[in-house]
């Protein structure tokens, strides 16, 4: 299980004179469904497009299952990727496309037949096979482009932001799918996609990265919860980010208290910057709070209210399912759990 | 895959065919020759200014310009029409429009050739109602004549392309603002479809300036543009420096026109970035 | 309505401008006599007089050969450049499209006398390349290319850059990506550009004119020294035939470009 496929190691790449890459490592282990998140711009693409083969990097090493393969080109690597637009073929029939890769294995007619039938099944597109590629829906198209993928049965299957082009309902039926077919198959899946909460949805490992850099590497849980950075704290969820300084182990200070926490290890009176979620700012009476503030805004979001407090010159972001009034005094508590501590960034 | 190669053949076809022999006519038009063999000699385009030459070039360009007048004046109706909203069916008058210009050149000048003559079809209709004949072949307005016909869907197309599209809603909110149709015209269409102008009149300039088909049948043996100096000088003269510096001088006053053109394109660019 | 009852007058005169000649230059093709004034009767002689020339046969015969093979050329290389250039960096590919923009700008006359001066030139001294067929072949070759880049560069552009990479992503060879889907892409371009390299060279004069040698003469060619003779009908039996091919060859191009058309709407 934890048998890595792919390595990366030291990689490097280089685009007209910036750099897309700088001196990356990661491993991805057989079977997970590892996905790259980060803005447009960080390098996802590139490191994809590295383990795909339509790039090779300009330094570092590209490892498939212990062997290097830097410049092995597309048509020898057992991977295959799923396009951001598709890139179907526009003059081949839905059953074309899927057996398009079979054909050039020169698969037998009857055998490929079958495995083109079994994956549009897979996929819900049976009954499909001679409809043309421009008469499809988005969704049709991207599970056509799926299929035309996993008929191969790579070891590796590469998602380039595949729900992108898709309308949001369709784009949370699609994760779904994507991760029961993922669990079912028992195939690597890197996927790319700059929407943290897919990534949360989806993915057994989130790489997070920025500018080229890893940022953090961990389960959806704990990159939610337990940030590394202030880059991380802030692209996953919403965040209230204090500056704090920690007393000693387990106990911090910000915004005017001294919070009991369950961090420690920073030595004494370290600056750090403390991350709380806003739902994780508790709502009480002005005497219960451990601080105090005063309700600036009040926005119904459905599920919850997001509420601007203000408590000196800071202003906590909270989501509660009770509301209280703008202009009213309140009280926040927050509890030992919620405080997520994070080594101050030596940032510019 | 490298495929930047594949393109290697037509670079070497086009240096030899394309680059090579514009450079022959440029040292052609610089050199004379001697016993001794090619000297260089600013004499074949010294002679280009001689009172004789000159008159040809000053013909050539204002038969060319008048044609181009001629055009504009006609075309810019045309194009108009053509993008008005009561044509539903104008793919088809598009159509009728491109068809002539893709028949053969020499067979549409030859039709005015026919046409033209003392006893063609217009004097003998002419003579039937009464009017006396006229006797424009072989004159300068029958050179004028045959670059019209010939290059008028050079004009019409680049305005009507422009003029199709032309955001309606900038015309409605003239419209809105206040101004009738002539000011309409005069303020928003016509500044808006220049650039479709400027690429007309280059379209119908070039071909005209440098015609020597139309000159040769419509206009006989006496009325020489600078096309037929051109040809005579490499044809029947045999003065390949004088004929190159000829082809030298064509060849920057196409220039000129190409670089207005441009000019106004990113002219164009230009009054878009502004907005 | 006045307005546009006008509008209709005025394009039915223009129209009347640009075709009457046309139309009269056929029918009187047809006509039992040589004056090009009186109706004398419906005949086909000039259209027999034509074919049994020898001077129309072998000019005809040059006319396609050079159309055919000039086309197929200029299709190769044509087709290979453009894929070529639009791989290329964009200053480089600026460089080069500027190149190919040079003979399609340059007027023909100057295109002409520079080909022959570098034939005359070439045959001087190597005894190859006298004027003649071979030349004038060449000649079409050079002018045809551009219009052929012209055609397939912007099927490539259209091409999703993807295309190709997903052929090798599912194990196709550079070769068979290829031919197995950038060129059923392009093909269409391909085949316009084709068709257009065999009408510019069906209809050419000028580039002829000049790089021809005796005895070799294409129809415009031909058509052009009767002309200077004076008028003939069995011009007019050539200039219908004429017409009538490049009308169709056109309305060819025309229906497959308006067939793109509608298939992209549907995309």
């Not at chain 1, 029939?93 to 495995?115: R, S």
């Not at chain 1, 009040?298 to 919850?304: D, Y």
């Not at chain 2, 016909?149 to 004009?155: D, E, G």
Request: proline content about 4%; aromatic content about 10%; overall charge neutral.
């Amino acid at each position: 299980m934890s048998k890595h496929i792919i390595e990366l190691k030291n990689i490097d790449k280089v685009y007209d004179g910036n750099p897309v890459l700088k001196n990356m490592n990661l491993y991805i282990r057989k079977n997970e469904f590892l996905t790259l998140l980060g803005p447009s711009g960080c390098g996802k693409t590139t490191t994809l497009r590295i383990i795909g083969g339509f790039e090779t990097p300009d330094k570092g090493d590209v490892l498939f299952e212990g062997k290097k393969i830097n410049t092995l080109p597309p048509y020898k690597r057992k991977v295959n990727t799923v396009f951001q637009k598709y890139a179907l073929f526009p003059h081949l029939t839905v059953a074309e496309n899927v057996a398009f890769g079979l054909k050039i294995k020169k698969m037998d007619k009857h055998t490929m037949e079958e495995k083109v039938k079994t994956m549009l099944h897979l996929v819900n597109l049976s009954g499909f096979e001679n409809r043309s590629i421009t008469s499809l829906s988005g969704g049709q198209q991207q599970r056509v482009a799926i299929a035309r993928a996993l008929v191969n049965e790579p070891e590796v299957l590469l998602l380039d932001e595949p729900l992108g082009a898709l309308d949001l309902k369709l784009r949370k039926e699609m994760q779904i799918e994507l991760k029961n077919m993922q669990q079912r198959l028992g195939i690597t899946f890197i996927f790319v996609t700059h929407d943290q909460e897919e990534a949360l949805t989806m993915s057994d490992t989130i790489v997070v990265m920025n500018e080229g850099v890893i940022q953090q590497v961990g389960s959806p849980i704990d990159i939610y919860n337990e940030p590394e950075n202030r880059f991380v704290a802030k692209f996953i969820g919403e965040s209230n980010i204090v500056d704090g300084i920690m007393l000693d182990d387990y106990l911090v200070d910000f915004a005017g208290y001294h919070f009991p926490c369950v961090d420690k290890g920073f030595g004494q009176n370290q600056p750090v910057d403390v991350v709380i979620r806003p739902e994780d700012v508790k709502i009480v009476t002005p005497a219960e709070g451990m601080i105090q503030g005063e309700v600036k805004s009040v926005i119904f979001k459905g599920v919850h209210y997001e509420m601007q407090v203000t408590s000196g010159d800071f202003t906590w972001m909270v989501h509660s399912t009770l509301m209280e009034a703008e202009g009213t005094q309140v009280g926040i508590q927050i509890g030992p759990n919620d405080i997520h501590i994070m080594k101050k960034e030596a940032e510019a | 895959m490298n495929k930047k190669w594949i393109s290697a053949p037509y670079l070497v076809w086009m240096v030899i065919f394309i680059v090579v022999p514009l450079f022959l006519v440029g040292f052609y038009g610089i050199t004379v020759r001697t016993d001794t063999g090619f000297v260089f000699s600013l004499e074949p385009l010294q002679r280009c200014f001689e009172p004789t030459y000159l008159k040809v070039l000053g013909r050539s360009v204002l038969l060319a310009a008048i044609s181009t007048v001629i055009c504009l004046i006609l075309g810019y109706p045309i194009a108009m029409i053509l993008t008005s909203k009561d044509f539903s069916d104008k793919n088809i008058y598009l159509m009728l429009f491109v068809i002539p210009m893709w028949m053969n050149f020499l067979l549409r000048t030859y039709a005015w050739l026919t046409l033209l003559e003392k006893n063609g079809l217009i004097n003998v209709l002419l003579q039937k109602i009464g009017l006396n004949p006229i006797h424009i072949l072989y004159t300068n307005q029958a050179v004028v004549l045959g670059m019209v016909y010939n290059f008028l869907p050079f004009m019409v197309l680049p305005i009507y392309s422009v003029l199709k599209k032309l955001d309606s809603s900038l015309i409605e909110a003239a419209q809105d603002l206040g101004a009738n149709g002539f000011q309409t015209f005069i303020k928003v269409i016509f500044p808006l479809s220049i650039p479709g102008v400027v690429s007309g009149i280059t379209m119908v300039f070039m071909p005209a300036v440098t015609t020597f088909v139309i000159s040769r049948l419509l206009g006989g043996g006496h009325y020489y543009l600078i096309g037929n100096l051109i040809e005579e000088q490499f044809l029947s003269v045999g003065n390949w420096h004088f004929g190159s510096a000829l082809s030298i001088f064509l060849m920057i006053i196409i220039l000129i026109s190409i670089f207005i053109t441009s000019h106004y394109e990113t002219d164009k660019e230009g009054s878009v970035g502004l907005w | 309505m006045v307005n546009r009852i006008m509008q209709r007058i005025y394009l039915c005169l223009i129209f009347l401008f640009l075709y009457a000649p046309i139309v009269i230059l056929i029918v009187f093709s047809f006509n039992d006599s040589k004056s090009r004034a009186k109706w004398n009767g419906f005949t086909l002689r000039w259209y027999k007089e034509m074919i049994q020339d020898p001077q129309i046969r072998s000019a005809l015969y040059y006319t396609l050969a050079i159309a055919i093979i000039a086309a197929l050329i200029a299709t190769i290389i044509g087709t290979f450049a453009a894929i070529g250039i639009h791989n290329m960096k964009r200053w480089k590919r600026n460089i080069i499209m500027n190149l190919t923009y040079l003979p399609v700008l340059n007027p023909d006359i100057v295109t002409g006398i520079s080909l022959m001066i570098l034939f005359i030139f070439i045959s001087s001294r190597f005894s190859i390349l006298s004027p003649g067929f071979g030349t004038m072949l060449l000649a079409h070759i050079t002018f045809n290319i551009p219009y052929v880049i012209l055609s397939v560069l912007p099927k490539l552009k259209q091409l999703d850059k993807n295309l190709y990479e997903a052929a090798l992503d599912l194990g196709a060879t550079p070769w068979y990506a290829f031919f197995q889907v950038i060129l059923p892409q392009i093909a269409p371009g391909i085949v316009t550009g084709a068709l257009l390299a065999f009408t510019l060279s069906l209809d050419d004069f000028v580039i002829s004119f000049f790089t021809t040698g005796a005895g070799v003469s294409n129809l415009s060619i031909l058509i052009y020294s009767m002309a200077r003779r004076g008028v003939n009908p069995k011009i007019n039996a050539l200039s219908t035939v004429l017409f009538i091919t490049v009308l169709f060859l056109l309305l060819l191009i025309n229906a497959r470009s308006s067939k793109d058309r509608v298939r992209k709407e549907h995309a």
